[in-house]
T-cell receptor
Framework: GDSVTQMEGPVTLSEEAFLTINCTYT??????LFWYVQYPGEGLQLLLK?????DKGSNKGFEATYRKETTSFHLEKGSVQVSDSAVYFC??????????FGAGTTVTVRA | EAGVAQSPRYKIIEKRQSVAFWCNPI?????LYWYQQILGQGPKLLIQ????????DSQLPKDRFSAERLKGVDSTLKIQPAKLEDSAVYLC?????????????FGPGTRLTVT
């Protein structure tokens, strides 16, 4: 079945450091790929998405490129801030349109 | 625009007791989802409604879990009787429609502890 594997955390960084969270997927069709973020005390919210191969999703300085050849959708940000501390979830939606989530990666950014 | 509302935010019950969670989706959203998020895992879809009809309940433990969406708006999720392994955060989400192109908006969740 469809599944998502993402980098285990927790990840701790200093402000202005470069962040990468790896995500790879397994799917039978041509899925859409998503990154969701959960800030402390808040609900999950969509961070960015890509619906086809080579698409790049971007938002709030975060980027991720849909790589069909490596079945990956890694999340990157060039310079993190304390406010980026959150749990990040990679997810996919295949032909049945259901979201399948990874286990989540906790990111803590220190001032 | 008001977001997805859920109540209660926290609930502690003993095993074999029953519990109910309530969700009010964003106005006009046809599709409503209930997810279970166990600590350290990603959310897992339990049931999906399109208006007041069930689209997918393949991962709902129907011997103890039930859900309804009356009049295609609010929804309740019930567990009866609860087991220790039901301890989790229960998330409600809604979207304009069911296709993946429509963003799902999540509520804050209800944290259930079964002792």
């Amino acid at each position: 079945g469809d599944s998502v594997t993402q980098m285990e955390g927790p990840v701790t960084l200093s402000e202005e450091a470069f962040l990468t969270i790896n995500c790879t997927y397994t799917a039978t069709g041509y899925p859409s790929l998503f990154w969701y973020v959960q800030y402390p005390g808040e609900g999950l919210q969509l961070l960015l998405k890509a619906t086809k191969a080579d698409d790049k999703g971007s938002n709030k300085g975060f980027e991720a490129t849909y790589r069909k050849e490596t079945t990956s959708f890694h999340l990157e940000k060039g310079s993190v801030q304390v406010s980026d501390s959150a749990v990040y979830f990679c997810a996919l939606s295949d032909n049945d349109y259901k979201l399948s989530f990874g286990a989540g990666t906790t990111v803590t950014v220190r001032a | 625009e008001a977001g997805v509302a859920q109540s209660p935010r926290y609930k502690i019950i003993e095993k074999r007791q029953s519990v109910a969670f309530w969700c009010n989706p964003i106005s006009g959203h046809a599709t409503l989802y209930w997810y279970q998020q166990i600590l350290g895992q990603g959310p897992k879809l339990l049931i999906q409604f399109q208006n007041n009809g069930v689209v997918d309940d393949s991962q709902l433990p129907k011997d103890r879990f039930s859900a309804e969406r009356l009049k295609g708006v609010d929804s309740t999720l019930k567990i009866q009787p609860a087991k220790l392994e039901d301890s989790a955060v229960y998330l409600c989400a809604s979207s304009l429609d069911w296709q993946a192109t429509y963003e799902q908006y999540f509520g804050p969740g209800t944290r259930l502890t079964v002792t």
